[in-house]
């Protein structure tokens, strides 16, 4: 294992990496990731950054290689193994036309007006190589590092990404900083167990499990509580704020909140049957509201009255959701025990 000194400064070359990829200066990148691996990274997080290095200059075979190296090191790495498998199957297309263009020409007489036609189809493979990366790295998944692996709420108001961490009784402001998750500021509690969070321009809203409390919260220096309110079950699970209205859900009583802004309690106007065996997201982006069954890892779209229009299952064996996020772009995940959220397009899960 290597010493703490060492591990310090293969990571210092990493991180490195991440901001000279960021900025388009791929060759000094690849250095810097060869640096941190000959330093003793040995981390599937660097090999896989490298090989999207060596795509964006067109060295495949370098590539392929260290996507199958972070795979050697962690077989369980979602975005190593999409990477691998978009690329294995570009570069197949590719060869496949190219053998196709040498059969043809073996087959025909070698005339002017077919030479041309060649030539044409070289071109137009060439520069299917050449825009390759782009093509490959258009919609990419995003994990970045945070410092907590209990991570149970996600939300964001536009500008900030806030995490909420029930264990340590923390909630996270961060931003995504040169391609890094970047935490601004670390609130720590002592009276709450936040689960969930919804962030509005004004407010910051909390759901507490434990004291079975919905705290609402003004953007200052230690996030204060201004008010709380009861929850209408004995389990919440998740909340949402739609822009005029704050949303809850329950696991016990198998309900979605709308809650009445003009009650001084926030008692519930109106409440809906779930469809989740375990909720633990609810979601708004402006055209549907969405819920997250995390034990049956399914995500569903409503229309306003919540009923279902659709349904998207998604695949993720042997690991457990504990937070996630839908907005109009991406959809944000962290999973029990793993100190990282993956940011996915999405287009790539809810297909």
């Keep these: 294992m290597p010493g703490v000194d060492i591990t310090h400064e293969s990571m210092r070359h990493y991180y490195r990496g991440r901001v000279f990829e960021s900025t388009g200066e791929i060759d000094i990148a690849i250095d810097e990731y060869k640096k941190a691996i000959e330093l003793g990274a040995n981390y599937a997080d660097i090999y896989n950054s490298l090989g999207r290095a060596y795509a964006k ?12 190296k972070a795979l050697e090191i962690n077989p369980l790495y979602l975005e190593a ?58 919609q990419k998944i995003e994990i970045y590092s945070i410092p907590s692996e209990n991570i149970s709420g996600i939300s964001t108001d536009g500008k900030n990404i806030w995490l909420c961490d029930w264990f340590k009784q923390e909630i996270y402001q961060g931003q995504i900083v040169s391609g890094d998750f970047v935490i601004k500021k670390t609130f720590k509690f002592e009276s709450i167990f ?26 200052d220096d230690k996030l204060s509580i201004i008010r709380s309110y009861p929850t209408p079950g004995k389990n919440p699970s998740s909340i949402c704020w739609d822009g005029k209205n704050l949303w809850s859900s329950d696991i016990d009583t198998d309900k979605i909140y709308r809650h009445n802004m003009s009650d001084p309690e926030l008692k519930p106007d109106l409440n ?31 229309l306003p009255d919540m009923s279902v229009v659709k349904k998207y299952q998604l695949n993720f064996p042997e690991r457990k959701i504990s937070g996630i996020l839908i907005d109009k772009k991406y959809i944000w995940i962290t999973f029990e025990g793993e100190p990282q959220i993956i940011r996915y397009p999405r287009k790539k899960l809810l297909t």
């Design 57 to 68: 200059k067109g060295l495949f075979d370098e590539a392929r290689n260290s996507f199958r």
């Design 81 to 138: 193994q999409r990477n691998l498998t978009e690329l294995e199957t570009k570069l197949t297309l590719i060869e496949r036309s190219k053998k196709q263009v040498l059969q043809a020409e073996a087959r025909k007489p070698f005339t002017r007006k077919y030479s041309i036609l060649v030539v044409i189809v070289l071109v137009v493979i060439i520069s299917t190589i050449l825009v390759l990366p782009k093509i490959f790295y258009s």
């Design 194 to 219: 936040p689960m969930s969070l919804s962030a509005e321009k004004n407010f910051l809203w909390s759901c507490d499990a434990w004291s079975k409390k919905i705290n609402k919260h003004v953007y």
């Design 272 to 302: 809906f049957k779930g469809v989740c065996s375990r909720q633990i997201g609810f979601f708004y982006d402006g055209s549907y509201f969405w819920s997250v069954d995390g034990e049956k890892q399914i995500i569903y779209k409503h």
